[in-house]
């Protein structure tokens, strides 16, 4: 079961002919913008931003790579190097210069490769991820930076064998997943005024727990990226929470 956006199957191309490739979404008509810029796991956000875009009439820029990161070359590929290599030159001379840009700020893994990673939890901060967001930090454009989702260890099992009620039985312990606190609370430590740490945990999961099923909405779309669907429904609470996280979003906007 694949619950993608339309923007999730045909934006995610990363760099075409030499250039940087990327999607207009929300309000495309409109010189206010945001610019996503990450991988597929801050693209699985698109209905919310797409929510966001229309409501407030902002354009939504996405410049985005499947199975890249900004800032982390996870599998060491060639095309996500190259996409790296343009993508801080393509966001400083993008034109109107966007409002606000939106980034992951830390990665969650499986636990077989928490192991072999050494690590005591799932959650980390490449430090690549630091250095890109300094580098924006330096362009005097607020960063708004999403602490990544838990990731489910074979859901589609969980779901067949808890096909009579999954909504009670597919659950998983975000603490397998995150650390106990946002790492990136630590970049307002550094002196990064300008960005805004946000962490949408306490909307997706409750009690510790995070489901599978919620509300007869299938939450994930694999082991590691929210459904289309769920996302979508929840765009007014996430809209919301983001609003509060960040102080008010038409204040950012009005910089």
């Not at 008509?29 to 929510?51: C, N």
């Not at 708004?144 to 074979?154: A, C, K, S, T």
């Not at 409750?206 to 909405?217: A, E, I, K, R, T």
Request: aromatic share 10%.
């Amino acid at each position: 079961y694949k619950d993608y956006s339309i923007f999730f199957k045909n934006c995610l191309k990363g760099v075409v002919d030499g250039e940087i490739s990327y999607c207009e979404l929300g309000d495309k008509k409109s010189d206010v913008s945001i610019l996503l810029v990450g991988g597929s796991r801050l693209a699985h956000w698109e209905p919310l931003f797409s929510y966001l875009g229309e409501e407030k009439k902002i354009k939504i820029i996405a410049a985005t790579m499947r199975s890249c990161s900004f800032g982390y070359n996870v599998l060491q590929e060639k095309n996500c190097q190259d996409w790296n290599n343009k993508i801080i030159n393509f966001i400083t001379n993008i034109n109107p210069k966007p409002k606000i840009i939106v980034v992951n700020t830390s990665r969650s893994e499986h636990k077989d490769t928490i192991r072999k990673m050494g690590l005591e939890r799932g959650e980390y901060m490449p430090l690549g991820y630091i250095e890109n967001i300094k580098k924006i930090h330096t362009l005097g454009i607020p960063i708004v930076g999403i602490r990544i989702n838990p990731v489910f260890d074979d859901p589609n099992t969980c779901l067949w064998r808890s096909r009579f009620d999954s909504d009670s039985q597919c659950k998983i312990k975000y603490s397998d997943s995150l650390l106990e606190s946002n790492p990136a609370l630590k970049l307002k430590e550094m002196g990064l005024t300008n960005f805004y740490p946000v962490d949408f945990t306490n909307v997706m999961c409750s009690d510790g727990l995070c489901p599978l099923v919620f509300n007869g909405y299938l939450t994930m779309m694999d082991d590691s990226h929210f459904s289309a669907s769920y996302i979508s429904y929840l765009a007014p609470v996430l809209v919301k929470s983001l609003d509060e996280q960040v102080g008010g979003i038409t204040k950012i906007l009005e910089k």
